[in-house]
């Protein structure tokens, strides 16, 4: 059975329409779900309803700004990926935009190719899979910290008994690391279980 990768879904929130249609089109030439919504008064209630992973969002617009719209989004929602993007970058917004975890903070006109890079760092950040095999990673890893957890077992006790550094253990359970069989085997072991129930329910 192939494994689905759920769609990451973006919301871009810029005045400007014609920048809105393009970075719709680029991200969805990249498989992403994408919105648009050029009123900013509109994005509480979108980020209220849309479920959206990730929000795009211009610092300068009229009726309201960037950073008060990040400031009410923070109200509903503490943990969905933000990242600036302004035309006219300074250090008092880019600051007032970090208070309130914006992830990143992009100069416009932006090199389609620099906001890829900051869109796969603003993912991983945040866990969100865009392969079958990042979304099977991220199901080992979240399982792997489950059952230890539920063991009441430390990652040093985790490595004594299997014989895998810290350091290591604790990127296989972010995910950041792709686990050998060795390894998966090794800590099934240390966890009493089977190997095939380390992959969840697949």
């Known amino acids: ?32 779900s994408v919105k648009t919504c050029s009123d900013p008064t509109l994005v509480e209630d979108e980020v209220r309803q849309g479920e959206y992973h990730v929000i795009i969002l211009d ?7 960037g ?27 880019a600051v007032a935009s970090m208070k309130l975890d914006a992830l990143d903070y992009i100069k416009k006109p932006f ?24 979304h099977l990673h991220r ?5 792997i910290r489950g059952m230890r957890k539920e063991k009441t077992l430390t990652l040093k006790q985790m490595s004594r008994r299997t014989g895998l550094s810290i350091s290591l253990l604790s990127q296989i359970e972010r995910a950041e690391s792709s686990p050998s069989i060795s ?16 992959f969840g329910q697949y």
């Open 1 to 32: 059975m192939p494994i689905e990768v759920p769609a990451v879904r973006i919301l871009i929130v810029d005045d400007d329409r014609s920048i809105c249609e393009y970075m719709q089109t680029l991200l969805e030439k990249e498989g992403f």
């Open 183 to 198: 390894s998966l085997y090794k800590i099934a072991i240390a966890l009493d279980t089977r190997i095939q129930d380390l």
């Open 139 to 143: 199901i080992i890893g979240d399982t």
């Open 67 to 93: 950073i008060e719209v990040l400031r009410r989004i923070r109200e509903s929602d503490k943990d969905i990926a933000v990242v600036m993007f302004t035309a006219h970058p300074d250090f008092d917004t």
């Open 111 to 134: 090199n389609p190719e620099e906001f890829r890079e900051v869109l796969a760092r603003v993912m991983r950040k945040k866990g969100l899979a865009r392969t079958p095999e990042e």
């Open 59 to 65: 610092l300068m617009m009229p009726k309201l700004d």
